[in-house]
């Protein structure tokens, strides 16, 4: 079912250690926050992602389009290693894909996980 409606998550509660990415975090209890989700522009249901976990992030904004990269605290060591080459290939990516198109990136940041050894594909 793709209606609008049925569409929107507000906020979520979860333990500290957990972060939700893309969101305004308000501690409620001791061990706990809830999460509560900003509101973006409208969305085909198949560009929605949703992550959580024991995250870093690394953040970058030597270009127009500010970016972060989030990866699991586990990772870091690995992940610190990629995170220069990951960014520039990810710009120069949607630089290509503006020029290609016609049409620049239409949301205020960019956002993406990293998982290391993750050997399923996704779109």
């Not at 990136?105 to 998982?115: A, E, L, T």
Request: charged share 25%; aromatic share 18%.
């Amino acid at each position: 079912m793709d209606k609008a409606g049925y569409k929107k998550l507000s906020g979520l509660k979860h333990k500290d250690a957990i972060r939700l990415l893309d969101s305004f975090m308000e501690k409620v209890g001791d061990d706990t926050t809830l999460t509560r989700f900003g509101t973006t522009e409208r969305l085909p249901t198949y560009i929605l992602g949703f992550a959580a976990g024991p995250f870093i992030q690394i953040t970058n904004s030597d270009g127009v389009i500010p970016m972060s990269i989030y990866a699991l605290k586990s990772s870091q060591p690995t992940f610190d290693y990629y995170q220069s080459f990951i960014f520039e290939i990810t710009r120069k990516s949607m630089t290509f894909y503006e020029t290609f198109f016609g049409v620049k990136y239409p949301f205020k940041k960019y956002d993406q996980v990293w998982v290391r050894d993750c050997w399923f594909s996704a779109m």
